[in-house]
């Protein structure tokens, strides 16, 4: 591939950590359990360099966890963490701004945020005058959001 993405290197990386022997039953085993951040530039399985965003993903047959880039999430498992990753940029650099609908649903599932924080994000999630008390909780669910945010490298 011309964009340093090697979509074959990855099926053989995934393939080699999983129990199926096809790709297509090997792609049904591995799930996304959680993003970070590398405080230096990493190695994607598929051998692209360089990420900074990591996409911790766990086999739920082997159990064996790895991390990959998130246009390898994309491709391989169909999940849009590109998206995630904007959100989170959008709150870092303006905590008064609301993390994305599929964010939301990211860390509302991982228990980040819980049930009452994700409905209220969903109900003002594309309102830009808020309340004081509006705007104070949008930030307090940003705050959780950007804490949970795994940060490999800082000592």
């Known amino acids: 591939m011309s964009d340093g ?3 074959q290197q990855l099926k053989i990386e995934i393939l080699a950590r999983s129990r199926a022997t096809d790709w297509e ?6 799930k996304l359990v959680g993003i970070g951040e590398a405080e230096e530039c990493e190695t994607c399985l598929c051998g692209h360099f360089p990420i900074i965003e990591l ?4 086999n739920q047959v082997t159990g064996e966890t790895t991390d990959v880039g998130n246009v390898c999430v994309k491709r391989f498992l169909g999940f849009r963490s590109d998206l995630i ?6 709150i870092r650099t303006d905590p008064d701004k609301s993390i994305g609908a599929e964010a939301a649903v990211f860390f509302h599932e991982r228990g980040i945020i819980n049930a009452w924080e994700y409905k209220f994000q969903q ?3 594309r309102k830009r ?3 004081a008390k509006q705007l104070a909780t949008r930030r307090k669910i940003n705050q959780k959001v950007l804490a949970s945010i795994a940060r490999r490298g800082i000592v």
């Open 85 to 90: 990753f904007a959100s989170i940029k959008r």
């Open 123 to 125: 109900s003002n999630h």
């Open 25 to 30: 039953t090997a792609k049904a085993e591995w």
């Open 5 to 7: 993405y090697n979509f």
């Open 129 to 131: 005058n808020l309340t």
């Open 55 to 58: 996409c911790t993903i766990a």
